[in-house]
């Protein structure tokens, strides 16, 4: 089994700063692959920012320049969203997916935490 956890969401506003944790956990060999996804009410679920082994980075063009994903250098398997100029359409459920093996013989798939709500308001 595998477990992703997510945690720092919250309420604050505009303007202001969170940090989100995602936690993988579980039987892992490898993970390729860490995404943070995010879905407003009514709308469908948005890719926003992608880090690879390597620590390549990509970016939803709304949060390019304010949000930055990156991964502890210790915890290789947590990931991290700092997210900073915070507008009220960042406001949403964020979800941490991560493309992985979870033995060397079975090919990767996508595991997904169960989320953590941002609010962005005055």
């Known amino acids: 089994q595998v477990q992703l956890v997510e945690s720092g969401g919250g309420l604050v506003q505009p303007g202001g700063s969170l940090r989100l944790s995602c936690a993988a956990s579980?039987?892992?060999?490898?993970?390729?692959?860490m995404h943070w996804y995010r879905q407003a009410p009514g709308k469908q679920r948005e890719l926003v920012a992608t880090i690879t082994t390597d620590s390549a980075t990509n970016y939803a063009d709304s949060v390019k320049g304010r949000f930055t994903i990156s991964r502890d250098n210790d915890a290789k398997n947590t990931v991290y969203l700092q997210m900073n100029s915070l507008k009220p359409e960042d406001t949403a459920v964020y979800y941490c997916?991560?493309?992985?093996?979870?033995?060397?013989?079975?090919?990767?798939?996508?595991?997904w935490g169960q989320g953590t709500q941002v609010t962005v308001s005055s």
């Open positions: 997916a991560a493309y992985l093996r979870t033995v060397p013989t079975m090919p990767p798939n996508t595991y």
């Open positions: 579980g039987s892992i060999f490898s993970i390729y692959v």
